[in-house]
């Protein structure tokens, strides 16, 4: 069946680093767009950062730009979400999700907190 498992989240300071990872299984990961969305306490998901299938073009939201970085590794059907000089506003619950067309997953989620 259909997997997509998100690690990689935790406790982090100001400043400081984290690296998501999203192992996928069940389905062409190859042919998907994968993303990662965020939903803090509150507040509605957003879209953070998504990569495409083909040439592996990311786009990112404004308030992430220059911080995060999306990568995906085709052969070990993951994707990932670097994220340097974290703030306070990053806190929240990431998500994973795969999308083709109509088609789409979502994953757990993995819970990132940012102290001040």
């Known amino acids: 069946q259909v997997q997509l498992v998100e690690s990689g989240g935790g406790l982090v300071q100001i400043g400081g680093s984290l690296r998501l990872s999203c192992a996928a299984s069940g389905f062409t990961f190859k042919n998907y767009a994968m993303s990662w969305y965020r939903q803090a306490l509150g507040k509605e998901r957003e879209l953070v950062a998504v990569?495409?299938?083909?040439?592996?073009?990311?786009n990112y939201l404004d308030s992430v730009k220059g911080r995060f970085t999306i990568t995906r590794d085709n052969a070990k059907n993951t994707v990932y979400l670097q994220m340097n000089s974290l703030k306070p506003e990053d806190t929240a619950v990431y998500y994973c999700n795969a999308a083709w067309g109509l088609a789409g997953y979502w994953g757990q989620g993995t819970q990132v907190a940012v102290s001040s």
């Open positions: 990569i495409s299938s083909d040439v592996g073009s990311a």
